[in-house]
């Protein structure tokens, strides 16, 4: 068996010898795991090789076997290709065949061998085996591979799959995809043998394999296109999606197009996992197993199915899990975005886009509503963490209510649920431009209706009073004749906001101080009376600071202010104010800096922070004895949401 390296089992049952080939070909990107592949197959005598489709599993294998000072004699090599049946014994009698002509038998006529027969007649000597793209025969080959390591001691095997054959002394190397610089390497050389003039704009090149998300494959068919599409309109048709990626040049069909190599990998899935598969293309974010659950299941899907859904589909990489086993916070899963293509493709083929749409729709605002109720009990980091995890599918659904109106009054009430995102995190305008998509889409004189308008009317206080305004004046009607205590103290608190910014503070007082006494102090959609009376008395420091530090301790001992970072930050911002405005620096910086620390500690809130440190800013360190007259009291532009009143200077 000298000089021979190889046997290639191919489509037909004909066998033929392989010479040594050169080093890698087109690898790109995959020294670490190449180095890794070699080290193990000196190590084991069982090497797979996993990863998700197109992610160059093949192509690393037998760039890894290439080196001449390898430990084995001879390679036999058996490749399942497009199109070979998967019967039975199907590969037992291909690896039979590619056995026994490695020992100088079997050349393609007569009566296949026995896998038997071929082991007992191979001679002595370090054999490797590799078993490429065996996905379609997978539990086969976890037998035929067990038995031959077991009746050959000289043997070794390495596999290439989607998943790992499970035995217990297999050595898995998993493949992930490329780094965006490796694979914009790889788009840029594919394209140039493609025979793509000049160099493709590196923004948009980079943008491409973002998109995605560095398969190699994508990657190359993504080159093939721009022979007729400049990088950056590639980038812009890869947004809507990739499915449609398709070239003339691979030889295995289903490498021809995106489309079909994932749906070689499709079809292999259990009916189960299809179903999932389809189902969870409705996400635009990454999502737990429960999330999963309650979208997935149906009459034909029972709930306890979908975690072995899940597991099977993170193995064959159509899934990304985002924490290891055993990790102490729950698991999140994400999938792939062609996978997700793939998955809305066959959502629609089976007609239930709308009933998966109204499973999310309904978990989005339920965990909006989770994530306010988290707010008001006084856990608002973990509202806050919520609302980060979720936040691509809660945009996904408000973005999809702004043009579907069967899903506009669920997005509202999502966006409602979500009021102290909008206000404390500075995301004013983003908030904004939600409600007023979604408002032309829901009826005019509705309490939802005028719910939203209160909202839109407090995150553009800032940034447009005047639309404030003219949103306040259609919503307090409707807030009036309904009788909702809470929508007329909150409609009453963004009055004083906006006749704060016209230095109207007479007028704002009374505003803050009708919304504290009209809003029930456990009302849910909207802040609680300590933050009316916390804006109360940042007016009142302007001009009364002993009657300030009252209306802030007020705020201090409402019964949600213990438990409310929110609230306890904007009524100690305004104790530091009144202690400023009383003469006192020193008591003011010190109040301020306990009020930021204790905020750090618990609640990432952008806005009372910045009012902070501007006012810290303000302080001058040496606040002793004789360190001279209080500062003049900043005066700050208003945040573009102005849940509370800047403070003012003059006044």
Known sequence: MTGVLGVWAGQTGGVRLLERGGGPQGLVGRETELAAVRGALRAHRLVSVTGAAGVGKSRLALAAVAPAEAPWRAMVRVRWHDGVPAGPRALAGRIAQALDAAGGGYRGTGPAPELGEAVRALPDGELLL????????????????????????????????RRPLGLGDEHVVRLAPLATGPAAELLRASAEAHGVPGEPDPAAVARVCRLLEGN???????????????????????????????ATGPLLKRHRSWRASLGAVHALCEPAARKAWRRLSVFAGDFTERAAVF????????????????????????????????AVLEPRYRMTRAARDFGAERLAAAGESAAARGRHARHCRSTAAVAETLWNTGLQQQAVRLVQDELADLTALVRRGAHDTGHAEIALETVLHLWFWWVAHERAREGAGHVLALLPRLPAADRLTARGQWLAGWLTTGADPATAQRLLD??????????????????AHVHGTLAWQRGELATAAAHYRHAADTVPPLAPGGPTPAVSLAALAIVHSATAPA??????????????????????????????????????????????????????????????????RRLLDTLPEDTGPGAGPAPATPHPPAPASAPVPPPRSGT
């Open 130 to 161: 590799i078993l490429d793209d065996v996905d379609p025969v997978h539990a086969q080959c976890a037998g035929i591979v067990q038995s031959l390591l077991m009746a050959l001691p000289a043997l070794r095997v390495l596999v290439t799959a």
């Open 474 to 491: 259609r919503a307090w009607p409707v807030a009036v004749l309904s009788g909702d205590d809470a929508l007329v103290g909150r409609i």
């Open 547 to 612: 009657r300030a530090v009252r209306t802030a301790r007020r705020a201090l001992a409402q019964r949600t202010g213990h438990h409310d970072t929110w609230a306890t930050a904007l009524a100690q911002y305004a104790r530091a104010l009144a202690d400023l405005r009383a003469g006192h620096p020193g008591r003011a910086r010190r109040r301020a800096e306990r009020a930021l620390g204790h905020l750090d500690a618990r609640l990432d809130a952008p806005q009372p922070r910045a009012a902070l």
């Open 216 to 246: 190699p494959l994508a990657i190359e068919l993504a080159a093939a296109q721009l022979t007729d599409l400049p990088a950056d309109a590639l980038a812009d048709r890869l947004q809507d999606g990739q499915c449609w990626l398709a």
């Open 295 to 326: 979208v997935c299941e149906g009459a034909d899907l029972s709930p306890d199915r979908v975690p072995g859904a899940l597991a099977h589909l993170t193995a064959i990489g159509a899934l990304e899990r985002g924490s290891e086993l055993g």
